[in-house]
């Protein structure tokens, strides 16, 4: 039984040691956040303002196995960036992920009204690369060599969904 929420303060400790996690922290972007302080702002603003952006928590059974944030990146245009993905190590392999960013999806695109989702995963990302073209984002290219990482250049690829590719 999968559920999303948003995260609140009760959480932090739970998301940080996810977001720092060996398996995880080398997959996350480079400005995700890691610190309490910097998690803290991030709930915040995702409780005063909630159409605009959101950190969320996935719960299985009523324990958290994961989470998933979101930011607006044109109000005009409605287009929201999907980030800070990740399921705890322990809960992996099991399709929750994938259930979990097709409520997300519905979420921003229905219930929030957002046009069009962004995403962007490493190019060495192939876990999440797989991830995301299985909950139907569709792959729209690559950004060469666009961020350092683990002291090399990376690319990213770059992914969209909009509100007409969700299926009815
Ligand atoms: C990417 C990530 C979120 C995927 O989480 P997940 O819950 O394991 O994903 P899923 O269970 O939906 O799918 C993972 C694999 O399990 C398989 N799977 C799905 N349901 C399954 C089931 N019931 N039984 C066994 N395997 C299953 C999938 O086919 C998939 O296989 P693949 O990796 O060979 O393609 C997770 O690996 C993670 O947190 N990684 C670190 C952070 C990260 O990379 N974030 C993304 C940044 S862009």
Known sequence: MISLRRATLDDVDW???????????PFLGG???????????????????PEKSGRMIVDVDGERAGTMAFE??????????IG????HPGYRRRGIADEAARRFQRYLL??????RLELACYGFNDRAIRHSERVGFVREGVKRQA????GEWQDAVLFSLLREDLEP
């Not at 998301?15 to 922290?25: A, C």
């Not at 400005?31 to 603003?45: C, F, I, V």
């Open 15 to 25: 998301l940080l040691e996810l977001l720092n996690d060996e398996d995880t922290e």
């Open 72 to 81: 607006t990146v044109s109000e005009p245009n409605r287009i929201a960036r």
């Open 84 to 87: 800070g993905l990740a399921v």
């Open 31 to 49: 400005g995700a956040p890691r610190d309490a302080e910097t998690l803290r702002a991030q709930l915040e603003r995702s409780q005063s303002e």
């Open 147 to 150: 961020y350092q990482r683990h």
């Open 110 to 115: 229905i219930e929030l009204g957002f046009h």
